[in-house]
């Protein structure tokens, strides 16, 4: 079991060996005694034109986010949530770095399975790890990752975020799928039985990285606004959206459109805890704003997708609710947490 403090030497080490995808551009990159690396942006960037297709000067894009929830596989939705969001502004992610504060009594095992986690997932996506810092401390009673990340986008590629009357919201994927991922792993673990298939958890999981999706609709279509909703739902995300914008316009959400949009297995789990999928943490879904007269060849582009992609609003006034009147609310606390509530309630009910 691991003590408070540092990581032994040989375990650290052995840390350090998962380095993620090998990129060009990096020049010196973290061991013991060395605590930083080093980029050549010029170099580094040069895979991100060549996805563009672009010769233009990039610009750097930098994110960071906490994975805090509960769940079986933590470093690979520690990648998956940060990628998504360096994508979403036309970013090719290129590396990150990791802070893993690890509680006391911890096994090494443990630590080892996240950082393999890591590494496989930057592996699979073309990701480098450039650094980061792991300690044992009483600070956190759970395992906490803290990632940033960075990746470079062409300034022809930056979306304008210049949003107007008349332009169309568009919705692209599952809503709701991480919190549906989350608690079907939390319900198989606290019945200690397979409740929910594996093999439709995981499939499920596959889809929660949609940065590929969104590169290529930014490549082929240069969507105005891209955004990733993630806590408190699609309809959290939508609120902020707008309220976000400098000029605090508005939208008409087409409430019957998004039902093709929530996944049977996600109905399924909403309707056991009694939560609101539109308000569920939902990586693994894009909203895209474009204007009118893209909508030519957004209909020639969703041919090739096989997710349910559909437009689902337009933006109008400075209202921001569906088109039965119904205003939208703002986001409060994401509906996994009432479904960690809920599920405990149940267990208590029946006495498991």
């Known amino acids: 079991m691991l003590k408070e403090g540092k990581l032994p030497i040989p375990e650290l080490t052995e840390l350090i060996s998962f380095q993620g995808a090998k990129i060009s551009g990096t020049i010196i990159l973290p061991g013991i005694g060395l605590d930083a690396s080093a980029i050549n942006p010029e170099i580094a960037n040069t895979y991100c034109k060549k996805f563009y297709d672009s010769e233009d000067e990039c610009f750097l894009i930098i994110k960071s986010d906490p994975i805090t929830f ?75 990752i803290s990632l940033s990340m960075i990746g470079f986008v062409p300034h022809n590629f930056l979306p304008s975020r210049v949003i107007s009357e008349g332009n169309v919201l568009i919705l692209c994927g599952f809503i709701g799928n991480e919190g549906t991922v989350i608690l079907s792993q939390e319900i198989n673990n606290k019945f200690d039985k397979i409740i929910f298939e594996l093999k439709e958890i995981n499939r499920l999981e596959e889809l929660l990285y949609v940065g590929d999706t969104a590169l290529k609709l930014n490549k082929v279509l240069k969507p105005l606004l891209i955004h990733d909703p993630t806590e408190g739902g699609v309809l959290g995300a939508i609120y902020e959206l707008f309220r976000g914008l400098e000029n605090e316009i508005g939208v008409n959400i087409f409430k019957n459109s998004l039902d093709r949009h929530i996944h049977p297995f996600t109905r399924k789990i909403s309707d056991l805890l009694d939560i609101d999928p539109l308000r569920l943490i939902s990586s693994g879904a894009l909203l895209l704003i474009i204007s009118s007269d893209q909508m030519d060849n957004f209909k020639t582009i969703i041919k090739d997708f096989f997710i349910p992609i559909s437009v689902i609003g337009e933006v109008k006034d400075k209202k921001i609710m569906f088109d039965d009147n119904t205003p939208i609310k703002p986001p409060e606390s994401d509906e996994l947490i009432q479904g960690f509530k809920n599920l405990e309630k149940i267990i208590e009910k029946n006495n498991l």
């Open 70 to 144: 509960s769940t079986s596989n933590p470093g690979k939705f520690s990648i998956i949530i940060n990628a998504n969001d360096i994508s979403c502004l036309g970013g090719v992610p290129y590396g990150c770095t990791i802070t893993l504060l690890i509680p006391p009594g911890n096994s090494f095992d443990i630590v080892k399975k996240i950082q393999c986690e890591i590494h496989d997932t930057c592996k699979n996506i073309g990701i480098s790890i450039l650094g980061g810092h792991t300690e044992i401390t009483s600070s956190v009673n759970q395992i906490i």
